[in-house]
């Protein structure tokens, strides 16, 4: 049961330089993709209909055409292969124009080699989310390419069901659950089954922009309107008219985005950063969070009249340890494709006493971690069989035995247990500012036993604790605190997948 799709992203280089084409095409090979090129533009149009790049870089002064019939052509034979403009610094006029008709970005002479990678990487990343079909398992071909979204449990039918119901509703939907459990497919099943899926689907997460950044990814801003605002610049809701933005970590916003957001699902209506213009758009937004809002709202940090707009139509994911026999397809799915990627032919099955090692776990982690742990068990086997040895340790910690064991315990709790030893060494040491100092030590050390407590399962050391799961995740960030290798937390303090 293989769906991945493994073929190399293909990227359509149309230049008259050739020194610019062969810069560019060395630079992209230190990403995992193919490069063809095109000297001009009918060419270039030949391999779009031939080929069907992920990603055309596309010269707005090709000799005697202009970039934008160029652009409008390539949309007319595959309207969601995103396109980034190559302009000279002083034609920014143009590639805003191409901007504003739903180009994925542009990049000016002399090229930014390492920005320019990191933009076709997002390009990539964005034709996937657009044009690899998520099939809901329940109710298709499990054989169809594309990604599948695994579950036929009650609690799956249900999400299947909202998914279902709302997504040909022009309705903006607040979709929640833990990190990892799949909010992103949910996202990208409701743009594919709606009456949008063949305008734009973009994704932002309002959590990876730093604050500053954020409203004028979001809204654009004008040339001044902050300092390094050198040219006008063309935001996600301008961008994506006609289509669907998909807005992930919606609880970590400003309070000025948050008001600027609530207008335009008002309104539809919004101004750049610094300018007067109003401009209306006409998207679909769909959102995410992992954090307590209600709990935000009370604490004065989000606003409720945005809560109570984004939470009319809600779906809610349940985690995985809610979704019963769910979790066994999920292993066979995962085995099934990560053994064909990696290549571990050999590899056949897995063995009943892995099997109920990885039942035991309480995965607070969600899919994601599942989709590494098999992973990882797959690289760690030598036989042909998944045994216990070639799980990670980090799943030992559902053996009670070695919970109880002293290596099970946290490397940095024996000093911070000592909280009068803290002290007293602090003040020796002619502490300045030992209130924060022994606050933040008796956190670390209330946080890091209670988590123990609960297997590192944060629903409940939230209740234990009597604060939100957000808190408690700011506060594992914030501290910097690590946990014995038994321990597994947090899904959000590791680096992304
Ligand atoms: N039911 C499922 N079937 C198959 N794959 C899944 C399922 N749920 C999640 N996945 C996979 O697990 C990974 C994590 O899912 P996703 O990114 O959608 O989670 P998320 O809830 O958006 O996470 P975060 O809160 O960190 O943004 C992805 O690779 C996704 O394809």
């Not at 069901?161 to 509703?169: D, H, I, L, N, P």
Request: charged share 25%; net charge negative; glycine share 6%.
């Amino acid at each position: 049961m293989d769906t991945q799709n493994t073929a190399k992203p293909l990227v359509l280089v149309i230049d008259d330089d050739r020194a610019i084409r062969h810069m560019i095409t060395r630079s992209l090979q230190q990403l995992d993709c193919e490069v063809i090129e095109a000297e001009e533009s009918q060419s270039g149009l030949a391999l779009v209909l031939d080929k069907n790049p992920d990603v055309v870089l596309l010269d707005i002064m090709l000799p005697h055409v202009s970039g934008l019939d160029i652009f409008q052509q390539i949309r007319e034979i595959e309207r969601k292969t995103p396109v980034i403009f190559i302009t000279a610094g002083t034609d920014s006029a143009t590639a805003i124009k191409a901007m504003q008709l739903g180009a994925f970005d542009y990049v000016t002479k002399p090229l930014d080699l390492p920005k320019l990678n990191v933009l076709v990487q997002s390009a990539i990343k964005s034709k996937r989310l657009m044009n690899v079909p998520v099939a809901v398992e329940a109710l298709e071909s499990v054989e169809m390419q594309g990604d599948l979204f695994v579950g036929s449990s009650s609690q799956m039918m249900e999400v299947f069901k909202q998914v279902g119901r709302v997504a040909t509703q022009d309705v903006t939907v607040l979709i929640r659950g833990e990190s990892g459990s799949g909010k992103e497919l949910v996202a990208r099943a409701i743009y594919q089954y709606s009456n949008r899926s063949n305008e734009p689907f973009m994704a932002v997460n309002c959590a990876a922009i730093p604050d500053q950044l954020l409203e004028s990814e979001l809204f654009g801003h004008e040339k001044g309107a902050f300092t390094g605002a050198d040219k006008r610049r063309i935001g996600k809701f301008e961008q994506c008219n006609g289509g669907t933005l998909f807005l992930d970590e919606i609880g970590d916003m400003t309070p000025l985005v948050q008001g600027k957001v609530l207008r335009l699902l008002q309104e539809q209506h919004f101004e750049r950063v610094g300018g007067n213009e109003t401009i209306t758009t006409n998207v679909r937004i769909v959102t995410a969070t992992n954090r307590d809002l209600e709990q935000m709202v009370e604490d004065g940090e989000y606003r409720g009249d945005l809560y109570y707009r984004l939470n009319g139509i809600t779906i809610n994911l349940p985690p995985l340890r809610e979704r019963g026999e769910d979790l066994v397809k999920l292993i066979e799915y995962f085995f099934s494709k990560v053994r064909i990627e990696l290549g571990k032919h050999e590899v056949v099955g897995i063995s009943p006493d892995a099997l109920a090692i990885y039942r035991k776990h309480t995965w607070p982690g969600n899919v994601r971690e599942l989709q590494s742990v098999i992973r990882q068990s797959l690289l760690n086997t030598t036989g042909t069989v998944i045994v216990p040895d070639s799980i990670p340790d980090e799943l030992l910690v559902d053996d009670p035995a070695l919970l109880n064991s002293p290596n099970a315990l946290n490397e940095e709790s024996d000093d911070h247990v000592n909280i009068e030893r803290f002290i007293k060494n602090r003040l020796d040491e002619c502490s300045t500012d030992l209130y924060a100092e022994t606050l933040e030590v008796m956190e670390k050390v209330l946080l890091t036993q209670v988590l123990q407590h609960t297997e590192g399962n944060q629903t409940r050391a939230s209740e234990i604790l009597g604060i939100t799961r957000g808190k408690i995740r700011d506060r594992i960030q914030a501290f910097g605190i690590k946990f014995g290798k038994n321990v597994h937390v947090d899904e959000n303090t590791g680096p992304e997948e």
